[in-house]
């Protein structure tokens, strides 16, 4: 599996056919809140919007069930001992925690984090919206922590004893600064970071960006020098950034192509860094279409989880999806005379149900597969958008 890299497309396909079980040491995911265009806009690609606009058409079973196989990949190639944490807001929030908690486990929940920022809008209606939260799961009862401290504000000065008992000094756990006086406590779970606004140093107009103090401090909690951060939405690239000033090694994931030429400009900015290479996964329609024949067919095999055939002498059959033959057609307006031909390989090794992956089908198309049904063959014709809106799972007749 290779580290320090970008990868352009859907992360749920990258992480399928790219990364294997139990490989990554921390997850950070940072999913969209929103798919509202007059943002999303700027930054996406023409099918990327195209996804997001599917999602906005829907409700909320439609956004948990477009981010659950995400997550549930995510679980896949967390190591034992990893952690993840995933950002939300006050709208889907209480959603996303029920589905962490069926693919993590219950248990395996530490902690609800409050982000508070600071920033944002007013309203007179109701408590102006100054937090998101950061649900921190593990994958085991053995995970990597690092307890962290911060200061505490006192207002009266403290007096303890700079010397112990045992005529040691003693650990400095009181203090004085330009804000007064202060005591040294374990970090808590209520978190006052800063955001990202106009006037910061880290600004790059980039409409879901996060501060690198909020992700150093995760990085910090949650890994070790070396160890392998993830980041499968990962936008404008302050996870990797900041994985990378912390001396671990690093993994960017993002479906939009502009996103990941900002990442991959800010990444080659930073010291140590002399390129950054772009593995473009082929997630649009028109990706798939620039694969070669025999390369479109192990990519749907693989994405789908169906066992390969030999690509000669195969004898209409491309591969079997849970014991179903299946054919993979790179071609648009597939007609009868295919579902005429899959029937004869259907009846051939005595099976009574398969399916056909193409880009589009012809009217008769569908005409034939309806009528095969009254000879007892339940032949399901699937679009291949169809298949990549929903994440490549695939549902036979």
Not at 77 to 83: A, H, I, P, Q
Request: hydrophobic share 35%.
């Amino acid at each position: 599996m290779k580290t320090n890299v970008i990868y352009q497309g859907n992360c749920y396909s990258v992480l399928k056919k790219h990364f294997p079980d139990n490989s990554i040491d921390l997850i950070y995911m940072d999913p969209p809140f929103s798919f509202d265009p007059k943002y999303a806009k700027l930054w996406y690609d023409k099918e990327t919007l195209k996804e997001f606009e599917e999602l906005r058409k829907g409700k909320i079973n439609q956004y948990i069930s477009w981010l659950s196989k995400k997550i549930e990949q995510c679980h896949r190639v967390l190591k034992d001992t990893g952690s993840m944490y995933l950002h939300c807001d006050w709208k889907f929030g209480h959603y996303i925690k029920i589905e962490m908690d069926n693919i993590f486990g219950y248990g395996n929940f530490k902690n609800e984090i409050i982000w508070h920022y600071f920033m944002g809008g007013k309203s007179k209606k109701f408590f102006a919206r100054k937090h998101d939260t950061i649900l921190f799961y593990t994958k085991s009862e053995k995970w990597t922590f690092n307890p962290m401290k911060k200061k505490r504000r006192l207002d009266f000065k403290p007096s303890l004893p700079a010397i112990s008992s045992s005529g040691k000094p003693t650990e400095n756990r009181t203090g004085k600064d330009e804000l007064g006086y202060y005591s040294i406590v374990t970090m808590d779970d209520v978190w006052d970071i800063k955001g990202v606004f106009n006037m910061s140093k880290e600004y790059l107009s980039y409409p879901t960006q996060k501060p690198e103090a909020l992700l150093e401090r995760i990085i910090r909690a949650s890994s070790n020098p070396n160890d392998i951060v993830l980041d499968p939405m990962c936008g404008c690239g302050t996870t990797i950034v900041t994985a990378h000033k912390l001396n671990r090694r690093w993994i960017g994931i993002d479906i939009s192509s502009k996103a990941c030429e900002v990442m991959q400009k800010r990444m080659q900015s930073l010291e140590g860094i002399l390129e950054v290479p772009i593995i473009r996964m082929p997630s649009t329609i028109e990706g798939l279409k620039e694969l070669t024949a025999f390369e479109f067919e192990d990519y749907i095999c693989e994405m789908i989880d169906a066992e390969k055939t030999k690509h000669v002498a195969d004898r209409g059959i491309d591969g079997y999806y849970e014991g179903h033959p299946i054919q993979i057609k790179q071609q648009e307006r597939v007609g009868r005379n295919t579902i005429d031909n899959f029937e004869t390989a259907l009846r051939r090794r005595k099976k009574d149900k398969g399916a056909i992956i193409a880009f589009s089908f012809t009217r008769n198309a569908y005409e034939e597969a309806a009528r095969a049904k009254e000879d007892k063959l339940n032949i399901s014709l699937i679009r291949v958008d169809e298949l990549i809106i929903k994440d490549y799972e695939l549902k036979l007749d």
